[in-house]
């Protein structure tokens, strides 16, 4: 079976998608299709009424959001990257974490697209601030996430990288020294280097 992986290279959403579909080796069975949702192709538009990667599209379904399609695939394979986050309460509620500090630095960056008269001081601080107390949330946990590289590494190593890459004035290594070791662990994986986003 080929499934099409709707995605765009800026995208921190499908990169978690893509991330997963090599970590699990199944870049033989998803076919990526690099679409940008700013033009409402038809492809997408069809397989995901919202316009947004990432689709993954199966026998002609689209199976959406991101969180779906990493579980969906991770079911494929035989439940590796989710398998102790969805048997706890609490590394569930840390993975919504990881997605909740991704809807702030994509929120984020949308305010910056507007025209400078129409951007909110007001939102970019409270999207800043949520990232913020997120991760300093993280820095003091580090010891209690899974043990192996798991759905949830995933997000938090998509979310300092989109960081470095949409908003480097953040200065995340500044303001979260305690996350660096962690991030050098995973950086260098191929799956990491591979979905760089540009
Ligand atoms: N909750 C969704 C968010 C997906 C999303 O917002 N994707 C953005 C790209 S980062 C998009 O396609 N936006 C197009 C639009 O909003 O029209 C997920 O986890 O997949």
New binding site residues.
């Given amino acids: 079976m080929t499934m099409q992986l709707i995605y ?1 290279t ?5 990169r ?1 998608a893509r991330i997963v579909v090599r970590e699990l080796s199944l870049l033989n069975q998803v076919e990526e299709v690099f679409q940008h ?2 033009e409402n192709p038809e492809l997408l538009i069809t397989a995901n009424p ?5 689709c993954l599209v199966v026998d002609g379904n689209g199976l ?4 779906v ?1 990493c579980e969906y695939l991770d079911s494929l394979a035989g439940d590796k990257l989710f398998a102790e986050i969805s048997k706890n309460w609490q590394l569930k509620t840390l993975y919504s974490l990881t ?1 909740g500090i ?2 702030s630095c ?1 929120a984020w960056q949308q305010d910056k697209m507007r025209d400078q008269s129409q951007r909110s001081e007001f939102w970019q601080q409270r999207f800043i601030s949520s990232i913020e107390r997120g991760l300093e949330h993280f820095a003091g946990r580090l010891d209690e996430l899974p043990k192996g590289f798991s759905a949830l590494h995933i997000n938090l190593v998509t979310a300092l990288e989109y960081l470095s890459f949409r908003h480097s004035e953040y200065q995340w290594q500044q303001k979260h020294p305690q996350l660096i070791d962690w991030y050098q662990k995973y950086k260098s994986r191929t799956s990491i280097t591979d979905t760089a986003p540009e």
Avoid: G, M, N, W
């Fill in positions: 765009s800026a995208s921190p959403y499908a978690t949702p700013f919202l316009c947004k990667v990432p959406f959001d991101s969180q399609i997605r991704l809807d994509v």
